[in-house]
């Protein structure tokens, strides 16, 4: 028979699947907290490195706490940055769940990763259809903010199928900036070389994670693109042992980095003229290096828009 465990988790009701042991792995458990669906081995290579549990709920805190900062992400970045809700998107229509699954790190390629395919069968409901992102069993939340980066992606794919790599790492890389604190933001002072300079261009086209620094943020920061995090949103979202999930109430670019993005969901036609059609491009060309211009022009649209 299935066990379940009901614990209550940021004012909502939250269950715990045991999965019956017909179903493999026979060690696996689900764990919900809103929207999302962690599912995790308690034994094993994947089961959670560090399985403490300090509220005695029966659930390793890293669980908790990661769908904790997932839900915290959802939050200020659908009802506080007014971005686009990749579960309400037409190319995920239908789809009402997102799946984490705990894995072995030394049977992954990335400590985190996140998926554009849907999950035809979900792990918690077979009957249902998810979307899924995957994180190493050795991962801290509180010193990691993988969980938003990887839903900051499901963002990208419900909004647009551009996918190089400065645009999509260095967005998401960005997005971190959301739950985590940023000492230094990089000078924008002269950010406007990026539009005209063609060592510029190469370098910034060649790059994926260092394009937050060296485009995204010194772009926010020259157009002084500042928001506060309600301190409501901060005070909501904490961690089992009380520390919270947000650790600075201010980040820059959320405005400019969401126009952008709806920007480059209105350019897809032109991207896809080489190809024939929106949908071979879309199966082709979504990192095709012509896009790289065309994401850039997004950008300088944006920019000169606002300035």
Known sequence: MMRILLVVAIGVLVAVFMMPSAMPPASAAIYQQGIFYVIYDEMGDAAIENAEDVNSNGVPDMVEDVATQLNAAREVFKDVFNYPDPLESPRFQGIN????????????????????????????????????????????????????????????????????????????????????????????????????????????????????????????????????????????????????????????????????LMTMKSKEDLAAAEFGDVKEWRKKGRRAETNNEIILDCVREVYNAKK
Request: a negative charge; glycine letters at 4%.
């Open 97 to 260: 769940s997102i799946e984490i699954d705990i894995r072995d790190k030394e049977q992954i390629t990335a400590s985190a990763s996140a998926f554009s395919n849907i999950r035809k069968k979900s792990k918690h409901n077979p009957a249902e259809r998810a979307l899924h992102i995957r994180i190493a069993n050795t991962l801290n939340p509180h010193k990691s903010q993988a969980p938003t980066h990887e839903y900051f992606h499901l963002i990208q794919f419900g909004t647009t199928y551009f996918n190089n790599g400065w645009f999509s790492e260095g967005t998401a890389q960005w997005a971190q900036d959301a739950v985590s604190k940023i000492e230094n933001y990089p000078d924008g002072e002269n950010f406007s070389r990026n539009f005209e300079d063609e060592k510029a261009k190469e370098e910034l086209f060649q790059t994926k994670y260092k394009a937050a620094k060296l485009f995204w943020y010194p772009l926010a920061v020259n157009m002084n693109d500042k928001i506060k995090i309600p301190d409501e949103i901060i005070e909501k979202y904490k961690y089992v042992d009380g520390s919270p999930v947000f650790q600075d109430d201010i980040i820059y670019g959320a405005n400019v980095v969401r126009e952008v």
